[in-house]
């Protein structure tokens, strides 16, 4: 392929190769203060191409390829070419990362320790983690956390937040506009706008946290918190996590001593401030 560039995220890395030259550009843009992958080695290649020759011209499409893909995803325009190269990323971790267990949640840091927060798309996890990440919190990851296999830990994998719809304009007025790659509309997922994390979680991303309070925020309805039983808590994390079933006993051992360590509530909010006032009432009780 005739364009590429590679960057470290964490204890991860990726060469993304494409054969068009705008994704590149806007990827070396975005991702400009991370690191490079040690030696030119990378874990993970993500392919942006065409299936035929003249699609790089006449109605371009994207196909995703890789290392580890899904053979039935779908095409995307070039218009969403990040949104492309940031799934093929996605899909790369989900499949075939081992070296931790991924859960599918946001994560930040404060005072060395760790808030997760896990649920549905759409449930507020990615904005709550973007708006802490501007008060004072550390951004560890946004779309996975990584819990070390042998001992209490969550790595960092301070990827850039996904915002969807009104969690843009949420943004827009507390960020500022460099910081924002382009606006992706009608994506399967509605609007998109990804944010770059700040430049002191990507500076420490290969700073750590002890994991102390897990949540599973669900924005737009009325104000509620309530205690997770161990039971549920353990049941619904092995469904929230892409790599639980292939990592056998060491992911059961880790997931394990997550649920029985770290407190975790679901919460239940109608706005943003609703949401930052909880989990920081929650932090104060259970975080320290």
Do not use: C
């Not at 827009?172 to 994390?197: M, S």
């Not at 994991?211 to 009325?222: C, D, E, I, Q, S």
């Not at 997550?258 to 259970?286: C, K, N």
């Amino acid at each position: 392929m005739r364009h590429g560039t590679a960057l470290r995220i964490g204890p991860a890395s990726f060469r993304i190769a494409s054969d068009w030259r705008a994704p590149i550009a806007l990827l070396d843009r975005l991702y400009a203060d991370y690191p490079r992958p040690e030696a030119g080695f990378a874990d993970f290649t993500v392919r942006l191409e065409a299936k035929r020759p003249w699609r790089r011209w006449l109605r371009p499409s994207i196909h995703l390829g890789g290392d580890y893909m899904l053979p039935d995803a779908l095409p995307l325009s070039l218009a969403h070419g990040l949104l492309a190269a940031e799934m093929g990323m996605n899909l790369q971790m989900a499949l075939g990362w081992r070296r931790q267990l991924l859960l599918h949640a946001s994560a930040v840091e404060k005072d060395g320790r760790a808030l997760v927060m896990t649920g549905e798309s759409g449930s507020g996890k990615s904005t709550l983690a973007a708006m802490l990440g501007e008060r004072g919190w550390r951004l560890l990851g946004d779309e996975f956390t990584l819990l070390d296999l042998d001992r209490p830990g969550v790595r960092g994998f301070p990827r850039m937040v996904s915002l969807k719809n009104e969690a843009i304009a949420a943004m827009a007025g507390e960020v500022a506009g460099e910081r924002f790659g382009p606006l992706l509309r009608d994506t399967p997922k509605g609007a998109i706008r990804h944010l770059v994390p700040r430049r002191d979680a990507i500076a420490r991303m290969d700073e750590g946290a002890l994991p102390a309070v897990l949540l599973y925020p669900r924005f737009g309805h009325a104000a509620a918190v309530r205690p997770l039983q161990k039971s549920e808590n353990f049941m619904r994390l092995t469904q929230a996590s892409t790599n639980y079933v292939a990592l056998g006993e060491r992911g059961y051992a880790a997931l394990t001593r997550f649920v029985d360590t770290v407190p975790a509530f679901g919460v239940d909010y109608a706005s943003g401030a609703e949401g930052l006032a909880t989990v920081e009432r929650l932090w104060a009780e259970h975080g320290r």
